[in-house]
């Protein structure tokens, strides 16, 4: 998956969270898709910081 394929709320929470970003580059490519799916139920900044948190467990 290419970087500039994610949404830009998205990429900065990964960019602030390095071992979710790595979590989340590892994963096959259906994974990813799956992750970004959900991201649309995301409505704020703070959801988004526990969505990419949640890659991390």
């Known amino acids: 998956m ?5 949404p ?4 900065m ?9 790595e979590r989340f580059a590892g ?3 259906a994974e ?6 959900g991201i649309h139920a995301v409505r704020s900044k ?3 910081r526990a969505y990419v948190e949640r890659l991390m467990k």
């Open 2 to 6: 290419e970087q500039n394929e994610l």
């Open 13 to 21: 929470a990964l960019a602030q969270h390095p071992e979710a970003m």
């Open 32 to 37: 990813q898709k799956a992750i970004l799916d």
């Open 46 to 48: 703070q959801e988004m």
């Open 27 to 29: 994963l096959p490519e």
């Open 8 to 11: 830009l709320g998205f990429g």
